[in-house]
Structure formats: C-alpha cells, structure tokens
C-alpha cells in the first residue's frame, strides 16, 4: 500500500488554528474513510476525528468537537483537518490513516492500511 503524505500543521498560539492535510494517491480495497489519530507525549494514540469518503460525513472525538472539521477535495485524494481554538494539550503528532471504518453497537472500529508519517502540532502559550 502506498502510504498517505502528510503537510501543514508545525506551531500555533493557544486559541489560533491548524490545517493539516494529507494526501491519499490511492485507496485500497476495503478503505472507505481517511481517520485522524494524534499521539500526545506519554499518552496513547486516540482518534481525533475523520471522514468517509464516498458520503463525505464526518466525525470528531469528544474533546475536539467544535473545534475541529474533517474535509476533502473533490478529487477526495485530499484530505484536511482544521482544528480551532487550540489548546496546549492539543500538543502532539497527529497522523492520517487511510482505513475502513465502521460502526457496531455504538461502538467505531478504525481497521487502518496505511499511515501517513505524521505531522507536529506546537501550542504554545
């Protein structure tokens, strides 16, 4: 699988913005969403947000929602995420993984095919 390429992000103050994007030059099989997963120093991955690709609908974890949108270009082999209103603790790696997706009993599923290399995102006060 050829991996996704990642751009943007790099530093911002408390309360500005981001745009992160990636580029998908080719899905595989059974992806059907591009997902948004960041890595904070000395916690776990967690799953920041995404969007299908076919539907366009998306969706956000709890702790960015309002602040945080899933898009794509029409050619959907671009893939964007802003985030607003930043925070220091949104401070970390953030990675898109081209995926497929789903939902069972309330309960969302991410099965990635491949990773982008990630891309730095610097709160500072």
């Known amino acids: 699988q050829v991996s996704p390429v990642q751009s943007g992000g790099g530093s911002a103050p408390t309360g500005g913005s981001v745009r992160l994007a990636c580029m998908v030059a080719?899905?595989?099989?059974?992806?059907?969403?591009v997902a948004w997963f960041r890595r904070i120093e000395g916690k776990d991955f967690e799953g920041v947000g995404g969007?299908?690709?076919?539907?366009?609908?998306?969706y956000s974890a709890a702790f960015v929602q309002g602040r945080s949108t899933a898009s794509q270009d029409g050619s959907k082999k671009m893939i964007y995420l802003q985030i607003t209103n930043l925070k220091r603790e949104d401070s970390g790696l953030y990675y898109c993984?081209?995926?497929?997706?789903?939902?069972?009993?309330?309960?969302?599923?991410?099965?990635?095919?491949?990773w982008g290399q990630g891309t730095p995102v610097t709160v500072s006060t």
């Open positions: 993984v081209k995926a497929a997706c789903s939902v069972a009993n309330g309960v969302a599923s991410t099965d990635p095919s491949a």
């Open positions: 080719e899905y595989a099989a059974g992806d059907n969403c």
């Open positions: 969007i299908y690709k076919e539907t366009g609908a998306t």
